[in-house]
């Protein structure tokens, strides 16, 4: 199990403390430390990071990833859906679309989106997604969340937002910001609309249950 300190993206947790918890009422029978994480926000993984099938951030979200920095690809170690462990160099390649709206790039989870790009915000985020000037954000209600990063997730769009204070995250529900070209797509968006989108790790075997990043890879293949 890929664990985050809690409550939110931008936290730390002694492992000890990740340890004595239970997983799917479950205690862990070992812990260990996994990924560097950023001194600003303080606590996000350097890497990619999905939980329990959720993805929780991937590489780069808050400035140059580790393949920007060193010039090599970004090492991670996860859980395929089916059961396999893998150690691959990953990268997040997402996309969301509606029935009326063609596939659009979704790059970024729980961080400002980039030039043109949509960003996805769900739980990990905190309570509200950051102000943003310049963002559009599409208030969703997720009606089939993904069980595995790389399946499709589907939600309803609740609300369309230009204000730059941020919104508020429910229960259950996410938030699609985008600039540029990604906000204009999202102003195309009405309430009501039914949206989907995936989050697929290149790379990895399939989908992806649980992913840890670091650096560098030391062993591949024995």
């Known amino acids: 199990r890929a664990a985050k300190a ?35 926000p303080h606590g996000v993984p350097e890497g990619p990071h999905v939980e329990a099938g959720e993805v929780v951030a991937a ?15 970004q090492p991670a170690f996860g859980i395929a859906a089916d059961g396999r462990p893998f150690a691959a160099n990953v990268r997040l390649n997402g996309a969301a679309w509606t029935r009326r709206a063609a596939a659009h790039p979704l790059a970024r989870v729980n961080a400002p989106p980039g030039a043109d790009s949509l960003a996805l ?23 089939a969340p993904a069980a595995a990063a790389g399946d499709t997730a589907r939600a ?6 230009t204000l730059p204070e941020g919104v508020a995250l429910a229960d259950g ?17 009405t309430p009501g609309d039914t949206l ?20 560098p890879m030391l062993l591949r293949h024995g």
């Open 196 to 215: 989907a989108w995936t989050l697929p790790f290149t790379g990895a075997p399939g989908p992806v249950r649980e992913l840890v990043g670091g650096f």
């Open 59 to 73: 590489e780069g979200s808050y400035g140059p990833s580790v393949s920007a920095r060193f010039g090599i690809p």
């Open 121 to 143: 915000f769900n739980s990990y985020a905190g309570p509200s997604t950051p102000a943003d000037t310049g963002a559009v954000e599409a208030v969703l209600r997720v009606v």
């Open 173 to 189: 529900g996410a938030v699609l910001s985008g600039r540029g070209a990604a906000a204009a797509w999202l102003r195309r968006l």
């Open 6 to 40: 809690r409550p939110d993206l931008a936290a730390v947790e002694p492992t000890s403390h990740l340890g004595a918890r239970t997983y799917d009422g479950r205690p862990a029978l070992v812990a260990i430390n996994a990924d560097f994480f950023r001194a600003q």
């Open 156 to 161: 309803i769009v609740v609300r369309i937002d």
